[in-house]
């Protein structure tokens, strides 16, 4: 499973008469609002046309599931999807139909959320689940605060394609992060994942102003304050140019952990974002809890003062 998961969810999930009681509806709405809310995307289907759906009257929408809409976009977790049916839903059944057919395009990394009589309507489907019985689909039960992966860029790209895709802003944090070493020869291509849309994310990357450590800790930008802007404008600014992307660096004295922190997810890496050609050689990241994602956040805000900035310089 993933860090970021995507999902869809059909209106009647938000409706208070598809429920018992309007209680019981708020319960089954908690249990998504805090999964969707710290680990999900939902996938606006139609081109946006699923959240219009919420605008009519004609229906008993829960405040808490309004609510969960407004920060839902307000966060950037609602993803446009393209038509994937001919003709536009005009019931909940033809919704689920609508996302599923967006998974033959992309596929679910979650799946689609639905009530009873929606599920009957698609009982062999194994990416559709009944809001009530979620833990019965592989996919919710087998959501996981961290994830075991090669240390590969296909690996990573496969891994952070939501973030990179979907993220309003993205910070790279790796306190030897170079892309003009043989071990970070891949971070361009990763980064220009990021690139391509409109409007454009904001990238930061941060690294320490030192190389090697102990003895061996040698601080170039001594004898040479231009060192590391030339090494990242080698390797990134023709990408940056051709991605459409501006990439803000910034060179700190000293830190040790390795984060991508986004609006959308925040993940501890054990390695950073180097790679290697060893098939065997494999990372752990673990996903953030909100409170620990904003404290990084804050670390690396320069007007912190938590470490001390030696140099930034902008790629664009």
């Given at each position: 499973?993933s860090l970021?998961?995507?999902?869809?969810?059909?209106?009647?999930?938000?409706?208070?008469?598809?429920?018992s009681?309007?209680?019981?509806?708020?319960?089954?709405?908690d249990?998504?609002?805090?999964?969707?809310?710290?680990?999900?995307?939902?996938?606006?289907?139609?081109?946006?046309?699923?959240r219009q759906?919420?605008?009519?009257?004609d229906?008993s929408?829960?405040?808490?599931?309004?609510?969960?809409?407004?920060?839902?976009?307000?966060?950037?977790?609602l993803?446009?999807?393209?038509?994937?049916l001919s003709?536009?839903p005009?019931?909940?059944?033809?919704?689920?139909?609508?996302?599923?057919?967006?998974?033959?395009?992309?596929?679910?990394?979650?799946?689609?959320?639905?009530?009873?009589?929606?599920?009957?309507?698609?009982a062999?489907?194994?990416?559709v689940?009944?809001?009530?019985?979620?833990?019965?689909?592989?996919?919710?039960?087998?959501?996981?605060?961290?994830v075991?992966?090669?240390?590969s860029?296909?690996?990573?790209?496969?891994?952070?394609?939501?973030?990179?895709?979907?993220?309003?802003?993205?910070?790279?944090?790796?306190?030897?992060?170079?892309?003009?070493k043989p071990?970070?020869r891949?971070?361009?291509?990763l980064?220009?994942v990021?690139?391509?849309?409109?409007?454009?994310?904001?990238?930061?990357?941060?690294?320490?102003?030192?190389?090697?450590?102990?003895?061996a800790?040698?601080?170039?930008?001594?004898?040479?304050?231009?060192?590391?802007e030339?090494?990242?404008?080698?390797?990134l600014?023709?990408?940056?140019?051709?991605?459409e992307?501006?990439v803000?660096?910034?060179?700190?004295?000293?830190?040790?952990?390795?984060?991508?922190?986004?609006?959308?997810?925040?993940?501890?890496?054990?390695?950073?974002?180097?790679?290697?050609?060893?098939?065997?050689?494999?990372?752990?990241?673990g996903?953030l809890g909100?409170?620990?994602?904003?404290?990084v956040?804050?670390?690396?805000?320069?007007?912190?003062?938590?470490?001390?900035?030696?140099?930034?310089?902008?790629?664009?």
């Amino acid at each position: 499973m993933s860090l970021l998961t995507d999902y869809a969810v059909t209106p009647d999930v938000f409706d208070e008469t598809s429920y018992s009681s309007a209680e019981l509806c708020l319960a089954r709405l908690d249990v998504l609002r805090e999964v969707l809310l710290n680990e999900g995307l939902v996938r606006d289907l139609r081109e946006g046309e699923w959240r219009q759906v919420f605008a009519a009257q004609d229906r008993s929408w829960h405040r808490r599931g309004r609510e969960l809409l407004r920060k839902l976009a307000s966060q950037g977790r609602l993803v446009r999807f393209a038509p994937a049916l001919s003709t536009a839903p005009t019931d909940d059944e033809r919704w689920c139909a609508e996302a599923v057919g967006t998974h033959q395009d992309t596929r679910f990394r979650g799946g689609v959320i639905v009530t009873e009589p929606v599920k009957a309507a698609f009982a062999a489907e194994p990416i559709v689940a009944r809001v009530d019985r979620l833990g019965n689909a592989q996919w919710w039960a087998g959501r996981s605060s961290s994830v075991k992966l090669p240390r590969s860029l296909a690996a990573y790209r496969e891994e952070l394609a939501p973030v990179l895709s979907c993220a309003t802003s993205i910070m790279f944090i790796d306190p030897h992060l170079d892309p003009a070493k043989p071990g970070y020869r891949d971070f361009p291509a990763l980064l220009a994942v990021a690139g391509g849309r409109a409007p454009r994310p904001r990238i930061e990357l941060h690294r320490v102003c030192y190389e090697g450590s102990g003895p061996a800790r040698r601080f170039p930008t001594r004898d040479d304050p231009g060192y590391f802007e030339r090494r990242f404008r080698s390797k990134l600014e023709a990408m940056a140019r051709d991605r459409e992307l501006s990439v803000d660096v910034f060179i700190w004295d000293e830190f040790h952990d390795r984060h991508l922190i986004s609006n959308l997810v925040g993940v501890l890496m054990a390695n950073g974002f180097d790679t290697t050609t060893n098939a065997n050689s494999l990372t752990r990241w673990g996903r953030l809890g909100r409170s620990d994602r904003d404290d990084v956040q804050r670390e690396f805000d320069v007007a912190s003062k938590r470490h001390v900035l030696r140099s930034q310089f902008t790629i664009a």
